[in-house]
């Protein structure tokens, strides 16, 4: 299992939010080269970030933090704000490695099997669900699309990798939703990252035995509850939790 460290950037600077409210923004540095440089050094070969600015506003705005966090020795899966082709294009004109759609795969569908088709595994969409149900919009608004049955039918439009967030775990520090990562683990073509809550070594090794794809590790890794190194050496298998 891959593990990705995550940067979410507000204004240039490294923050988390707490169930994607904007309102609960805890500031953890105002320097994310020197943040994603400690992850590398950690032994981290990946890297999630989050344009929230972009996530709030409906298009990219953190793109010379991008920029400079692509010059990092890491693969590099960048969301927040891609609503449109021409952000897909710009994104990934900065060195990034994979764009995350959100908002768009639930609006505008269409373009996603536009995107899908012409961009392969460079595209990869955010599942991010609230009671179930997929949330749009920076999380502000809840649609009435099943976030397990939406993950299969953009496996069936050849999505093949798909970013799912339980957001009422998400910043808790208090556990993930291992129940649906089960559940996700079942559908067949297509990778599984699991994103929102991850506090524990014991949940990294349940993901992992559940063969999900990967694990985005954000707050607990801030708040000193993780060890990066550690948590890499148990998604590959080489340590167990303690």
């Known amino acids: 299992m891959k593990i990705y460290p995550a940067i979410d950037l507000r204004g240039g600077q490294v923050v988390r939010l707490t169930q994607g409210d904007y309102n609960q923004m805890t500031v953890y540095g105002d320097d994310p080269v020197k943040v994603a440089e ?10 999630h970030a989050v344009d929230l ?8 705005m953190n793109r010379e933090v991008i920029r400079e966090l692509c010059k990092q020795p890491l693969f590099i899966e960048v969301g927040g704000g891609m609503r449109t082709e021409q952000n897909i294009i710009d994104t990934l004109a900065l060195g990034v490695d994979r764009v995350i759609l959100g908002t768009i795969a639930v ?3 269409e373009l996603v099997k536009t995107v899908a088709k012409k961009y392969g595994s460079k595209i990869a969409v955010g599942v991010d669900a609230k009671d179930g149900y997929i949330a749009t919009h920076g999380w502000k608004e809840v649609s009435d699309v099943s976030g397990v049955e939406f993950c299969k039918t953009l496996r069936d439009i050849g999505i093949s990798t798909v970013i799912y967030t339980d957001i009422s775990k ?8 291992l129940a649906v990562y089960e559940e996700l683990s079942t559908i ?5 990252i699991a994103s929102g809550g991850v506090t524990f070594e014991s949940e990294i090794a349940a993901l992992r035995d559940m063969n999900i794809h990967g694990c985005i590790l954000g707050k607990a ?5 993780l060890d990066l190194a550690r948590c890499i050496a148990i998604a590959r298998g080489e340590a167990e939790p303690c």
Request: glycine letters at 24%.
């Open 53 to 60: 600015d972009g996530a709030k506003d409906g298009s990219p």
């Open 107 to 109: 609006t505008n569908f």
């Open 38 to 47: 400690g992850f590398a050094q950690a032994g981290s070969t990946r890297l």
């Open 221 to 225: 890794l801030y708040a000193g509850k």
């Open 188 to 192: 067949d073509g297509l990778d599984i």
């Open 170 to 177: 998400d910043g808790g520090l208090s556990g993930t939703n």
